[in-house]
Structures are given as C-alpha cells and as structure tokens.
C-alpha cells in the first residue's frame, strides 16, 4: 500500500465500507467500490481482481450475519456454494470466449426491469409464498446460471440472485437476501480464482478494503434483518436503478 497516499486509502476504505453496506442488504456493491479503485488509479483489469477480494470479505461476513439471526441454513446451502464456484470459475475462464459487449448491452434492460419487479410488484413483503422449482432444481439451473456470469462481468449477480429466490424459490423478501450472500461468496472466489490465473490482485488494497467491507456488511446485514422488506425492496430498486445507468454511460 505504500505507493496510495493515506487520502486515497482513507477514501478505499470508506468505499469499501459503504459497499459492503449496500451490498449486504440489496446488492450492487461493486458499483461503488470498482469507480473508487480506478479513480485511485488502479489498472481496469487488477481493479476487477482487487475488486473480487475485498467483495469476499462484505458477502462473508453478510452470510454469518444472515444465519447468526436465523435467515438462513449455510450447511444446507454449501452444494448450491460449491455449484456456484465451480460456474463462476468456468464464467471466468470465459472472458474471452464469450461476446461480454453484448451482454453488458442487454444488462441494463434486465437490471430495469428487476427494479420495476421489485417496485411495482403487490403483495412483496418477508412472507414465503409458492415454491416453484425443488430446492435440488433451483440449484441445478438458476444457481450455475447466476454465478456463471459472476464470473464473467458480476455488475447485478446479486439482483439476479435475489430475483431467482423471489420468483422461484418462494422466499420472502428477507429470506432471499440471506440465501443470496453464501453464493454471491461463493462465486467471488470462484472469479477471483479465475483472475488468479492470469493476473495478480493488490492484495494489500483488497485486504484492507475488505476489512471496512465485513464492518459495513454486518451494519447493514444486523440493519436488514430488523426492517425486512420495509428497507431491502427500497435500496434494492435504488442499487438496481444505478448499475443500470451505470452501464448504460458505460456504452455510450
């Protein structure tokens, strides 16, 4: 960390920590953390593997926040963790293998429009409703599906998650955020296994940033699993709205 100034690594760690708060109860973290390693001049491509380091640390500690106050069963999910790796691993190795512009030009679309879900649908509250796929299904296909493209880009995984648990899996709305982090965890390291093949990360700056990210996570975990829907659809439609337009001035 020697060549950032103490400003720069005091704005790192703020970003760090105000991501992991916003990632722990709607997603969209990197959205505030990835600008802020480049703005500190980090090359675009260490950034996105500095990126995955610190992200581990806000998923983590978000994850034991979660079940520590009940939300959710880790043990029962580490198949569907595994599954997630080993996909965003695969989504990794694929960088090039894949039209990644198209996809960040449909992204936006599908990012709008699970803000308008999640906005305009009646009756979204913490209450389970209908099951449509088996827990064993759901981690046969929405599970690699999502974490595939972690991998691969990762702006909205976390959205795309909680949207598969809402509309397949039946959770509520607090449920489907606690069973979202373990796998956003999971396929964090399963992209940034990926990089490590290729290029190396500032493990220093990844480190530290994450540090502020579990403190910020586990405000914002311990926030949201008091308010429950009341705070996670909001912030949810916000971050969703704002990777949207992100991308969106991205392409142009």
Known sequence: MAEFSAEILLFLLAAGFVAGFIDSIAGGGGLITLPALLIAGVPPVTALATNKVQGLFGAGMAA???????????????????????????????????????????????LVAIALFFALKPGLDDVDRHQRLTPVLFALTFVPAVAFYDGLLGPGAGAFYMLAFVTMAGHG????????????????????????????????????????????????????????????????????????????????
Do not use: C
């Not at 691993?89 to 449909?106: F, H, K, W, Y």
């Not at 990844?206 to 308010?227: D, E, P, T």
């Not at 429950?228 to 969703?240: M, N, Q, T």
């Open 64 to 110: 034991v926040t979660y079940a520590r106050k009940g939300h959710v069963n880790l043990r029962r999910q580490l198949k569907s963790a595994l599954i997630a790796f080993v996909a965003a691993l695969l989504g990794a190795l694929s960088v090039n293998a894949l039209p990644t512009e198209l996809i960040r030009m449909v992204l936006p679309v599908l």
């Open 173 to 252: 709305i607090l449920k489907a955020t606690a069973h979202t982090k373990l796998l956003n965890f999971a396929s964090n390291v399963g992209g940034l296994t990926g990089f490590l093949l290729v290029l190396s990360p500032l493990w220093a700056i990844g480190l530290a940033m994450g540090v502020a990210q579990m403190a910020g996570a586990y405000v914002g975990s311990s926030l949201a699993s008091r308010s429950g829907a009341r705070l996670i659809k909001p912030l949810l439609v916000i971050a969703s709205s704002a990777m949207a337009l992100k991308l969106i001035t991205d392409l142009l």
